[in-house]
Protein backbone atom coordinates (compact mmCIF):
# COMPACT_ATOMS: atom_id res chain seq x y z
CA UNK A 1 0.00 0.00 0.00
CA UNK A 2 1.14 3.53 -0.88
CA UNK A 3 2.00 5.62 1.81
CA UNK A 4 3.00 9.22 2.03
CA UNK A 5 3.57 10.82 5.43
CA UNK A 6 4.28 13.88 6.75
CA UNK A 7 6.38 15.37 10.16
CA UNK A 8 7.89 18.10 11.56
CA UNK A 9 4.86 20.88 11.42
CA UNK A 10 4.42 22.99 14.82
CA UNK A 11 4.60 26.73 16.10
CA UNK A 12 7.26 28.47 15.14
CA UNK A 13 8.13 32.57 15.58
CA UNK A 14 7.86 34.90 12.63
CA UNK A 15 11.63 35.01 10.90
CA UNK A 16 12.23 31.24 12.22
CA UNK A 17 12.78 27.92 10.58
CA UNK A 18 11.15 24.66 10.54
CA UNK A 19 11.94 21.67 8.39
CA UNK A 20 9.39 18.94 6.82
CA UNK A 21 9.65 15.57 6.00
CA UNK A 22 7.80 13.27 3.95
CA UNK A 23 8.42 9.64 4.02
CA UNK A 24 7.20 7.67 1.40
CA UNK A 25 6.53 3.52 1.70
CA UNK A 26 4.82 1.11 -0.73
CA UNK A 27 6.51 1.87 -4.24
CA UNK A 28 9.72 2.87 -5.59
CA UNK A 29 10.20 6.41 -4.21
CA UNK A 30 13.17 7.56 -6.82
CA UNK A 31 10.69 6.66 -9.71
CA UNK A 32 8.34 9.69 -8.83
CA UNK A 33 8.24 13.84 -9.35
CA UNK A 34 7.55 14.65 -5.65
CA UNK A 35 5.93 17.52 -4.64
CA UNK A 36 4.61 19.74 -1.89
CA UNK A 37 1.28 21.93 -1.78
CA UNK A 38 -0.14 24.06 1.23
CA UNK A 39 -3.91 24.91 1.90
CA UNK A 40 -3.83 28.49 4.40
CA UNK A 41 -6.77 28.68 6.59
CA UNK A 42 -9.71 29.64 4.80
CA UNK A 43 -7.73 29.45 1.36
CA UNK A 44 -7.39 27.25 -1.87
CA UNK A 45 -4.29 24.82 -2.21
CA UNK A 46 -1.38 26.48 -3.13
CA UNK A 47 1.31 24.21 -4.58
CA UNK A 48 4.92 25.09 -2.85
CA UNK A 49 7.29 23.31 -4.68
CA UNK A 50 8.15 20.23 -6.56
CA UNK A 51 11.56 17.86 -7.02
CA UNK A 52 12.39 15.46 -10.16
CA UNK A 53 13.45 12.14 -8.99
CA UNK A 54 17.24 12.74 -9.42
CA UNK A 55 16.52 16.19 -8.29
CA UNK A 56 17.60 17.47 -11.27
CA UNK A 57 14.93 19.63 -11.99
CA UNK A 58 13.59 21.87 -9.04
CA UNK A 59 10.33 24.23 -8.99
CA UNK A 60 9.03 26.88 -6.48
CA UNK A 61 6.32 29.68 -6.48
CA UNK A 62 7.26 32.83 -6.23
CA UNK A 63 6.28 33.34 -2.62
CA UNK A 64 8.86 30.98 -1.47
CA UNK A 65 11.75 31.79 -3.43
CA UNK A 66 14.61 32.04 -1.73
CA UNK A 67 13.19 31.35 1.61
CA UNK A 68 12.33 27.20 1.31
CA UNK A 69 14.14 24.94 -0.12
CA UNK A 70 13.03 21.12 -1.53
CA UNK A 71 15.18 18.47 -1.16
CA UNK A 72 15.14 14.95 -1.36
CA UNK A 73 16.36 11.53 -0.02
CA UNK A 74 15.71 7.97 -2.29
CA UNK A 75 17.76 6.28 -0.32
CA UNK A 76 15.79 7.01 2.66
CA UNK A 77 12.66 7.26 0.80
CA UNK A 78 12.01 10.61 1.85
CA UNK A 79 11.46 14.48 0.66
CA UNK A 80 11.90 17.14 2.60
CA UNK A 81 10.60 21.04 3.19
CA UNK A 82 13.38 23.33 4.87
CA UNK A 83 11.43 26.63 5.40
CA UNK A 84 13.40 29.99 6.69
CA UNK A 85 12.40 33.20 6.96
CA UNK A 86 8.73 31.94 7.97
CA UNK A 87 5.79 34.44 8.01
CA UNK A 88 2.30 34.42 9.26
CA UNK A 89 1.31 33.75 5.50
CA UNK A 90 3.06 30.76 5.90
CA UNK A 91 0.99 29.07 8.12
CA UNK A 92 -0.78 26.18 6.20
CA UNK A 93 -1.42 22.50 6.37
CA UNK A 94 1.28 21.05 4.17
CA UNK A 95 0.87 17.98 2.18
CA UNK A 96 3.79 16.43 0.58
CA UNK A 97 2.33 14.83 -2.81
CA UNK A 98 3.74 11.57 -5.26
CA UNK A 99 3.42 12.48 -8.55
CA UNK A 100 0.14 14.28 -7.87
CA UNK A 101 -0.80 15.18 -11.54
CA UNK A 102 -0.55 11.82 -13.03
CA UNK A 103 -2.77 8.45 -12.93
CA UNK A 104 0.26 7.65 -9.50
CA UNK A 105 -0.94 10.48 -7.63
CA UNK A 106 -0.88 10.05 -4.06
CA UNK A 107 -1.43 12.29 -0.94
CA UNK A 108 -0.02 12.40 2.68
CA UNK A 109 -2.98 13.61 5.49
CA UNK A 110 -0.72 17.14 5.88
CA UNK A 111 1.42 18.66 8.49
CA UNK A 112 0.19 21.99 10.24
CA UNK A 113 2.57 24.86 10.20
CA UNK A 114 1.29 27.96 12.18
CA UNK A 115 3.63 30.95 12.06
CA UNK A 116 2.75 33.60 15.09
CA UNK A 117 4.72 34.85 18.02
CA UNK B 1 -4.18 35.55 -6.68
CA UNK B 2 -4.61 32.29 -8.72
CA UNK B 3 -4.15 32.18 -12.43
CA UNK B 4 -7.14 29.99 -12.60
CA UNK B 5 -10.73 31.09 -12.20
CA UNK B 6 -13.75 29.00 -11.62
CA UNK B 7 -17.05 30.35 -9.44
CA UNK B 8 -17.27 29.95 -5.89
CA UNK B 9 -20.11 27.10 -5.44
CA UNK B 10 -22.28 25.32 -7.56
CA UNK B 11 -25.19 23.40 -6.20
CA UNK B 12 -27.67 20.58 -7.21
CA UNK B 13 -30.00 18.38 -6.16
CA UNK B 14 -29.05 14.30 -5.54
CA UNK B 15 -28.99 12.74 -8.74
CA UNK B 16 -28.36 16.13 -10.63
CA UNK B 17 -25.51 17.07 -12.80
CA UNK B 18 -23.82 20.16 -12.17
CA UNK B 19 -20.58 21.17 -14.02
CA UNK B 20 -17.68 23.55 -12.82
CA UNK B 21 -15.70 25.85 -15.19
CA UNK B 22 -12.16 26.84 -15.06
CA UNK B 23 -10.74 29.74 -16.84
CA UNK B 24 -7.01 30.38 -17.63
CA UNK B 25 -5.12 31.24 -20.69
CA UNK B 26 -2.60 30.26 -23.74
CA UNK B 27 0.48 30.28 -20.57
CA UNK B 28 -1.36 27.24 -18.60
CA UNK B 29 -5.18 25.58 -19.76
CA UNK B 30 -4.43 26.30 -23.13
CA UNK B 31 -0.59 24.29 -23.54
CA UNK B 32 -1.16 21.94 -20.96
CA UNK B 33 -2.72 19.67 -19.33
CA UNK B 34 -5.74 19.74 -16.98
CA UNK B 35 -6.05 18.24 -13.52
CA UNK B 36 -9.04 18.34 -11.34
CA UNK B 37 -9.12 17.35 -7.49
CA UNK B 38 -11.74 16.73 -5.03
CA UNK B 39 -10.97 18.48 -1.55
CA UNK B 40 -12.13 17.99 1.68
CA UNK B 41 -10.25 20.41 4.29
CA UNK B 42 -8.37 18.52 6.78
CA UNK B 43 -8.09 15.39 4.48
CA UNK B 44 -5.61 14.62 1.86
CA UNK B 45 -6.62 16.19 -1.58
CA UNK B 46 -7.92 13.33 -4.22
CA UNK B 47 -7.18 13.43 -8.17
CA UNK B 48 -10.52 12.88 -9.90
CA UNK B 49 -9.17 13.43 -14.00
CA UNK B 50 -5.51 14.08 -15.20
CA UNK B 51 -4.59 14.86 -18.92
CA UNK B 52 -7.71 16.82 -18.93
CA UNK B 53 -10.32 13.91 -19.89
CA UNK B 54 -8.77 10.93 -17.70
CA UNK B 55 -9.77 9.28 -14.82
CA UNK B 56 -7.30 7.04 -12.38
CA UNK B 57 -8.55 3.82 -10.93
CA UNK B 58 -11.53 3.85 -8.95
CA UNK B 59 -12.64 7.22 -10.10
CA UNK B 60 -16.38 6.48 -10.79
CA UNK B 61 -17.38 7.65 -14.49
CA UNK B 62 -19.73 9.85 -13.18
CA UNK B 63 -16.71 13.00 -13.14
CA UNK B 64 -15.81 13.51 -16.28
CA UNK B 65 -13.64 16.57 -17.89
CA UNK B 66 -13.28 18.10 -21.00
CA UNK B 67 -11.24 21.14 -22.21
CA UNK B 68 -11.76 24.18 -25.11
CA UNK B 69 -8.83 26.14 -25.73
CA UNK B 70 -8.34 28.08 -22.52
CA UNK B 71 -10.82 27.05 -20.20
CA UNK B 72 -12.06 23.57 -18.83
CA UNK B 73 -15.36 21.60 -17.03
CA UNK B 74 -15.13 19.00 -14.36
CA UNK B 75 -18.61 16.95 -14.91
CA UNK B 76 -20.53 15.48 -11.96
CA UNK B 77 -23.44 13.54 -12.94
CA UNK B 78 -25.64 11.58 -10.45
CA UNK B 79 -24.94 13.73 -7.69
CA UNK B 80 -24.23 12.10 -4.09
CA UNK B 81 -24.28 13.46 -0.36
CA UNK B 82 -20.85 12.05 -0.31
CA UNK B 83 -19.63 14.85 -3.43
CA UNK B 84 -20.08 17.75 -1.16
CA UNK B 85 -16.35 18.87 -0.94
CA UNK B 86 -13.79 21.52 -2.60
CA UNK B 87 -12.89 20.99 -6.44
CA UNK B 88 -10.04 22.66 -7.79
CA UNK B 89 -8.09 22.56 -11.36
CA UNK B 90 -4.69 22.56 -12.15
CA UNK B 91 -2.19 23.19 -14.97
CA UNK B 92 1.23 24.17 -15.35
CA UNK B 93 2.11 27.28 -15.97
CA UNK B 94 4.58 27.83 -18.56
CA UNK B 95 4.72 31.26 -18.26
CA UNK B 96 5.52 31.27 -14.52
CA UNK B 97 7.21 27.70 -14.57
CA UNK B 98 4.69 26.89 -11.61
CA UNK B 99 2.08 24.49 -11.15
CA UNK B 100 -1.39 26.75 -10.78
CA UNK B 101 -4.32 25.36 -9.13
CA UNK B 102 -7.96 27.03 -9.77
CA UNK B 103 -9.45 29.63 -6.98
CA UNK B 104 -11.61 26.83 -5.75
CA UNK B 105 -15.22 25.75 -6.04
CA UNK B 106 -17.56 24.33 -3.04
CA UNK B 107 -20.19 21.54 -4.49
CA UNK B 108 -23.29 21.25 -2.40
CA UNK B 109 -25.85 18.78 -2.32
CA UNK B 110 -29.32 20.43 -1.85
Known amino acids: EVQLVESGGGLVQPGGSLRLSCAGS????????MTWVRQAPGKGLEWVAN????????YYVDSVKGRFTISRDNAKNSMYLQMNSLRAEDTAVYYC??????????WGQGTLVTVSS | QSVLTQPPSVSAAPGQKVTISCSGS????????VCWYQHLPGTAPKLLIYDNNKRPSGIPDRFSGANSGTSATLGITGLQTGDEADYYCGAWDGSLSAYVFGTGTKVTVL
Open chain 1, 97 to 106: ARAPHSSSSS
Open chain 1, 51 to 58: IKQDASEI
Open chain 2, 26 to 33: SSNIGNNY
Open chain 1, 26 to 33: GFTFSSYW
